[in-house]
């Protein structure tokens, strides 16, 4: 720092969240000015004891909370200087990154579908799949459907472990359930959706869920939403087979990668669906 101004505290980082702050403070965040008091994604103070900062390799200071927002949407750039960031050190050794790649293409509903009553056009193909922090390896996934689907729960334990479905309509949420090798489980939620995306999912700080200091239970999460879409209370609690139309669709196809792909294409919605 080179020219404090003369609204500046001697030691920024005191700075009180309702600290005046001029145009020539907000211009003086900088590598050189990793004191910087204000936090340039959400513009407010950095001082006090109450929340936590996070230094980058690039020198930029932020808040840890608004810093892991920021890298959940995959923004894995500084917001300030655009150095990318290894998400996988820049948290520490005890936030583990896990992400979640969402790739949609448009589709055409298939003739038995349409027969079944369902719309021809506004389908996509969304094919998920799971990346693990490094270290780590998956042995299940189990996939917990928000209750419009007319599945309940789908556990894949071969790999590779990527769900597709052919989505239709709104966004719809799913829990994601992981299992690893070494028995350690996993839960976080995300939104399935027509557009590409790519989600980061900080373990254990910020997995998604609506209040990221409480931990995900996938039976549960969905649990006040039975009634409004007719499910019975068990709706999560029982085994249940994908319908009889889909099962020759889950065997696998020649040509891929393994045996263990598995296609959901088209079906995951029933008739009383979104
Ligand atoms: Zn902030
Ligand atoms: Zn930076």
Same mark, same amino acid.
């Given at each position: 720092m080179t020219e404090p101004t003369p609204h500046q505290p001697d030691k920024p980082n005191q700075a009180s969240p309702g600290h005046h702050v001029t145009e020539a403070q907000?211009?003086?965040? *900088?590598p050189t000015d990793s004191d910087s008091p204000l936090c340039a994604i959400c513009q407010s103070g950095m001082g006090g004891t109450d929340t936590a900062t996070l230094a980058l390799a690039c020198?930029?200071?932020?808040?840890?909370?608004?810093?892991h927002q920021w890298c959940h949407y995959a923004k894995d750039v500084c917001p300030l200087c655009r150095?990318?960031? #290894?998400? !996988?050190?820049?948290?520490?050794? #005890?936030?583990?990154? $896990?992400? &979640?790649? !969402?790739?949609?293409v448009p589709t055409r509903c298939s003739p038995e579908s349409i027969r079944l009553g369902l719309r021809p056009t506004g $389908?996509? !193909?969304?094919?998920?799949?799971?990346?693990?922090?490094?270290?780590?390896?998956? @042995?299940?996934? @189990?996939? &917990?459907?928000?209750?419009?689907?007319?599945?309940n729960t789908l556990s894949i334990d071969t790999a590779p472990f990527?769900?597709?479905?052919?989505?239709?309509? *709104? *966004?719809?949420?799913?829990?994601?359930?992981?299992?690893?090798?070494? #028995?350690?489980?996993?839960?976080?939620?995300?939104?399935l959706e027509k557009e590409m995306c790519t989600r980061?999912?900080?373990?254990?700080?910020?997995?998604?869920a609506p209040d990221p200091s409480k931990p995900i239970d996938p039976l549960t999460y969905f649990s006040q939403l039975l009634s409004?879409?007719?499910?019975?209370?068990?709706?999560?609690?029982?085994?249940?087979?994908?319908?009889?139309?889909?099962q020759r669709?889950?065997?696998p196809r020649g040509g891929r990668s393994g045996s263990g792909l598995m296609r959901f294409l088209g079906g995951l919605f029933g008739a009383d669906q979104l």
């Open positions: 907000l211009s003086l965040s *900088s020198g930029h200071v932020f808040h840890a909370g608004c810093l150095q990318s960031i #290894d998400l !996988n050190v820049a948290f520490g050794p #005890d936030v583990r990154c $896990w992400r &979640v790649q !969402n790739i949609a $389908w996509v !193909n969304v094919q998920l799949q799971v990346l693990p922090p490094p270290g780590i390896t998956i @042995r299940a996934i @189990r996939y &917990v459907f928000h209750p419009a689907f007319s599945l990527d769900l597709v479905v052919k989505l239709c309509s *709104s *966004s719809v949420t799913v829990v994601i359930d992981i299992t690893c090798d070494n #028995d350690e489980k996993f839960a976080l939620v995300h939104t980061n999912f900080f373990e254990p700080l910020y997995n998604g409004v879409y007719r499910r019975a209370p068990d709706y999560y609690s029982k085994e249940m087979q994908p319908p009889a139309r889909f669709r889950r065997q």
